[in-house]
């Protein structure tokens, strides 16, 4: 296939772009609009289904009885790590409890004074 310089030149400014391609393919370009479309659709129902189902209480008490079904078959499977809001609430008191365990500096009107004598 032999291309022309000004075909390569032509086909490289509209061949590139996206709203090109969906001149040139219009059922193409209609059946991915699809698609996204219908994806986004999915994305939003699951999850609004999602939502459903942890407020409903029949299922609130099925997840509870399957968690103590599966902390009775094997006790040592159950997380033994502190959750992060815990360990970020010893690390704040740690510091605090070292700030204030951290011998203070003179007070500043006690140094005043021994600066002008």
Do not use: W
């Not at 061949?15 to 370009?29: D, N, S, V």
């Not at 219908?38 to 009885?65: F, I, M, S, T």
Request: hydrophobic residues 40%; contains cysteine; charged residues 25%.
């Amino acid at each position: 296939m032999n291309v022309g310089s000004a075909e390569v030149i032509r086909l490289g400014h509209s061949g590139c772009t996206l709203m090109a391609q969906a001149r040139r393919h219009p059922r193409a370009a209609a059946g991915v609009v699809a698609l996204v479309v219908g994806v986004g659709v999915y994305l939003v129902n699951r999850k609004l289904q999602h939502r459903r189902e942890l407020r409903d209480p029949r299922a609130r008490r099925r997840r509870l009885r399957e968690a103590f079904s599966r902390r009775a078959e094997d006790p040592a499977r159950i997380r033994l790590e502190h959750g992060m809001g815990r360990k970020l609430a010893a690390a704040a008191g740690t510091a605090g409890i070292t700030s204030l365990a951290r011998p203070r500096p003179a007070s500043s009107a006690a140094t005043q004074g021994k600066m002008n004598r």
